[in-house]
């Protein structure tokens, strides 16, 4: 049948091409519809539980994405003429900034004080040139003295200022993000341009979403053109002709754009796991086109011409690269199950790749490698030492045994040494101007990790009461008693400060109102005096019955974050029973997603597990041997994290969706052993050793080049700016070595271990 098919697509080879190439640029045109997501939401899924509570805090007291500006004076000195000149007209001209609402900074900080009965509420900079000496000194002593200010807006030591711009973004466009950072780094250069006193650094989170579009395109332009380039040499050396390299080459180009044509249709926005989908589709494309290219190449160098050639090494081919595909699909199809959308949209395209692979390799390939001349009759590059290492493993087959089982046991041990952590600014490697900026500013001036805890009384207007500012202020300062909390921005201390101001600024008034009323009143005289955007909205909800508190933190691991937000949630339940707290900030959401992430996969594993196992127990008709598959399949990845415990120890998001995708890959070396392994059992009669010397003669390299290719594949993903693709890159080439270590040693050794009945040979059979 496969070989009736394979002559009717070389007599219509022309027709089989062009209607290939058709459909392949019917399936890129939707590429035009893709853009890039520069949202970190996009990592959340929609009854993701820590982003429902971020939009509800968000809801409650207005969103709060904002660009920092990070202003450092060579001078050393913030509180000088210059320096103070310089915030004061990036406060002024960053109120310009798209979608913004809020501009803060030490010179338009409200200041209140006290004249007679008289509340005084106005800029705490208001002329930066008509200072004096002793001004500025007083200045200084109100910024460093100011919870509001110190640790946020100004450091201690009165090196280092910011200006914080909120915007809140609507979320109906793609370009609001790269709309709001161009112009503040358009700001930033002018600022500059006119001022070369100062230095200026932006950070915040609307620069990090940015940073994640901007990571992608630089993984374009850097990697793809590295790995089209290998993918070409490779081929060309191991093929020794130009058609062959040619025709893969340019299948490869159509699963690519096919899949990622087919993504912009179906309105998947591009993210930095998305973008290292095209590396996955061209190294595994490949692996088909090798075992078609190489028993081809094979049949010719024993004399058969071309197109005999092409359909002796589609027979023999079709159904293990059919079964390579559906595996392979399948893991990547498990990454639906984890939590974050933009690996359920790379699993889906990377999916779609590798389907696309197989039909090009079906159709299109032999179609245009029939139409190409074939030069040579030689075989392909390394076929002896392929024969010579099989011949290694028959004669040590006991002790690679054994040696396998003792290595693999070893490694398995040290697993559990793995660390479910994250730290999501280090998604980003230092190579990108955000991370750069953020380690910058969390030494310098401020965190960028910060945590908001909404604090509720079921009441209206229930915050002026006087116990509930009394647990507001004590929870405030628990949080500043913790060694983590860089700075808390709470609403007691401006309590404090109006109650002062109104008894005549008088230090021992700096303390919280006795009385419900009093509160408010001052809370109300404060709000009708504040200019518009600098309100108190930010901190109090409409109907002040909740307020929320701030935190910064320094740059933590995701189990730290748990373990603070805990301990901060446990505290309020046991010490103020009658606020209702939660919590909400993208610091908790992306700590609580890695370990979310893993049980999530946990169960989508499991269930490939299970379709791959039926696949291959249908494929190689045997449950013996498709019980002995699953040990060289399930070995690697396991060995993989052991290595991982040992070297790096800390497992992210990027890492929890290995075991799963990788699943799928390594399955092929195996499908392609089994194959040729059975075709020499039960089509030629061969006993075990001399059927696994078969299968390496007949497959043994076509193993190593595709190997070596997706080893390389993933290498070269490994050097994203992006630490989740990096490090999945990089397990996933530990992964696949030892799957390629453990098919040529291991699976051969538990063939010959457990080699069952011979087969008398067919007829017609050598």
Known sequence: MIESYTRWIIRWRYLVVLVTLALTFAAASGGRFLGFSNDYRMFFGEDNPQLLAFEKMQATFNKNDNVMFVITPKSGKVFSKETLTVIKDITHEAWQTPFSTRVDSITNHQHTTAEEDDLIVDDLVVDPDSLTDSDLLKIQSIAINEPMLVHRLISPDSKFAGVNVTVQLPGKALDEVPKTVAFARQLKQTMLDKYPEVEIRLVGMAVMNNAFPEASKDDVVNLYPLALGFIVLTLFILLRGLSGTIATFIMIIMCIVTAMGLAGWSGILLSPPVMSAPIMILTMAIADAVHLLVTMRHELAIGLDKNKAIVESMRINFRPIFVTSLTTVLGFLSLNFSDAPPFHDLGNIASIGVAAAFIFSVTFLPAIVSILPATGKKEVAGKQMMTRFGEFVIAKQKPLLVGNALIIIVLATFVPLNELNDQFVNYFDESIEFRRDSDYAAENLTGVYYIDYALGTEESGGISDPDYLANVAKFSQYLRSQPEVI????????????????????????????????????????????????????????????????????????????????????????????????????????????KRNINSMLTGTTVALILISAVLVFFLGSLKYGFISLLPNLTPALAAFGIWGITVGQVGIGLSIVTGMTLGIVVDDTVHFLSKYLRARREKGLNAEDAVRYAFNNVGLALLVTSVVLITGFMIMAQSHFYINSSMGLLTSVVIALALIIDLTLLPALLMKFPGRTFAAKAGEK
């Not at 700096?510 to 600098?534: D, H, I, K, T, V």
Request: charged share 20%.
């Open 487 to 594: 700075h808390v921005q709470t609403i007691s201390d401006t309590f404090k400060r109006l109650n002062k101001n109104m008894h005549g600024d008088d230090p021992a008034w700096q303390r919280l109102p006795e009385e419900r009323n009093l509160a408010a009143q001052y809370l109300l005289l404060y709000e009708m005096s504040l200019p518009y955007g600098l309100d108190l909205n930010n901190q109090i909800d409409v109907d002040k019955s909740a307020t929320k508190v701030a935190v910064t933190i320094q740059t933590l691991t995701s189990n730290e974050v748990i373990a603070f937000d805990d301990a901060a949630i446990r505290w309020l339940n046991e010490n103020t029973p009658s606020i209702k707290p939660y919590t909400g900030s993208p610091t908790i959401m992306f700590a609580h997603l890695g």
